[in-house]
């Protein structure tokens, strides 16, 4: 006690000091967090603002890499999917070139005693296709003019003009057109001639027919040897209808035609010249007695 009495002043000077060192302190403190407070609050935002945008950029250019990825990926199918079609394209020709030469084969089987040689379609008329066409073969091949020319079906035409390297065939479906036939189940005989209306069908007329013949609706008709050019029993079609003539003394009817004129694409001529045949074998005058 007497400690304190007698260094009284001394005890409140560094007392004071000390408060006041205190409050100093804890000011400063208080000053700087809250300034830290005020500078985090403005901050904050701006850093939370320039996080997103980065993120939303690099976000941007992922979806640029992936795009230009999937841009290539796309690029790169569409061009397998090209081939891809192109290839079924050619599988396609192949198999139709394979049908036309197996139809063709079975066409040159069924009547093995003509001699036959293969041709391609190469010019046609366009607007229409009833009309006369070029084949690729001609004089240097043997063929002549009135060769008969066959097709996947039965009878197509004959050429009506001969050149050295093609030949130009008249269809059977062409309005000019006339063929000697005949029923193949009673042999009945007829005409069976082009049609301009029929022919956008495939149809074609058998004229002449005897009103007393037994033709049925279905009745293959083949070609006969009236003419001197066709070779008989080739195939010519399938009667679909059958009418009487407005005199009525004889019957037509409508034939469905073997051949597919608007797919036509290879043909087979035949490597002889009938008529000539025929007109070999017609009897000579024998010498008078």
């Known amino acids: 006690m007497d400690f304190l009495n007698t260094h009284k002043k001394a005890v409140f000077i560094s007392a004071s000091v000390l408060l006041i060192a205190a409050a100093i302190i804890t000011y400063g403190y208080k000053r700087s967090t809250f300034i830290n407070n005020a500078v985090g609050y403005v901050v904050a935002p701006i850093q939370e603002l320039a996080t997103n945008i980065d993120r939303w950029f690099s976000e941007k250019i992922g979806s640029i890499k992936d795009f230009d990825s999937l841009e290539d990926s796309n690029k790169a199918l569409l061009e397998e999917n090209q081939k891809l079609k192109l290839q079924l394209g050619r599988l396609d020709m192949l198999e139709k070139d394979?049908?036309?030469?197996?139809?063709?084969?079975?066409?040159?089987?069924k009547?093995?005693?003509?001699?036959?040689?293969?041709?391609?379609?190469?010019?046609?008329?366009?607007?229409?296709?009833?009309?006369?066409f070029n084949i690729n073969k001609g004089t240097q091949d043997g063929l002549k003019e009135n060769m008969v020319i066959l097709a996947d079906g039965g009878l197509c035409g004959k050429i009506t003009k001969a050149g050295y390297n093609y030949s130009q065939v008249i269809p059977l479906i062409d309005d000019t057109s006339s063929v000697g036939?005949?029923?193949?189940?009673?042999?009945?005989?007829?005409?069976?001639?082009?049609?301009?209306?029929?022919?956008?069908?495939?149809?074609?007329?058998?004229?002449?027919?005897?009103?007393?013949?037994?033709?049925?609706?279905?009745?293959?008709?083949?070609?006969?040897?009236?003419?001197?050019?066709?070779?008989?029993?080739?195939?010519?079609?399938?009667?679909t209808e059958i009418h009487t003539d407005v005199g009525g003394l004889n019957k037509y009817a409508l034939i469905k035609l073997a051949v597919d004129f608007k797919h036509l694409e290879t043909v087979l001529v035949v490597n002889e010249n009938f008529e000539r045949e025929f007109l070999d074998t017609t009897p000579s005058e024998g010498p008078e007695n």
């Open 98 to 109: 394979n049908e036309n030469l197996r139809g063709l084969l079975d066409l040159s089987a």
């Open 181 to 239: 036939a005949q029923i193949k189940r009673t042999g009945d005989s007829g005409f069976v001639k082009g049609d301009l209306k029929l022919s956008e069908m495939g149809y074609c007329r058998m004229e002449n027919i005897d009103l007393d013949a037994e033709i049925l609706i279905n009745d293959e008709i083949v070609t006969s040897s009236l003419g001197g050019i066709y070779p008989p029993g080739i195939t010519i079609g399938f009667v």
């Open 111 to 132: 009547y093995p005693e003509l001699s036959v040689i293969g041709a391609d379609i190469i010019a046609r008329d366009s607007n229409n296709w009833s009309k006369s």
